[in-house]
């Protein structure tokens, strides 16, 4: 049997470290936000821009490669 990680901390420290250089850009994204929401009256009108652009622009292929599967790459 081979132990990968002796406790549920000992994954969290393990998967805290290979994220922690994904790039969380908090700037950047209240621009893109305040870009998608601009001239949105409701709700609904913000909810569907972002949403729309998202489905657009982020991709998502669930094929778990090595490290991929667990740090994603865009």
Do not use: C
């Amino acid at each position: 049997r081979t132990v990968l990680f002796e406790n549920v901390k000992d994954l969290y420290n393990w998967y805290h470290f290979v994220t922690t250089d994904i790039g969380n850009k908090p700037d950047e994204l209240k621009s893109k936000v305040d870009e998608l929401v601009f001239n949105k009256k409701t709700d609904i009108e913000k909810i569907e821009s972002i949403f729309y652009w998202v489905q657009d622009n982020v991709r998502y292929i669930a094929f778990e490669n090595g490290i991929m599967g667990f740090k994603t790459d865009a």
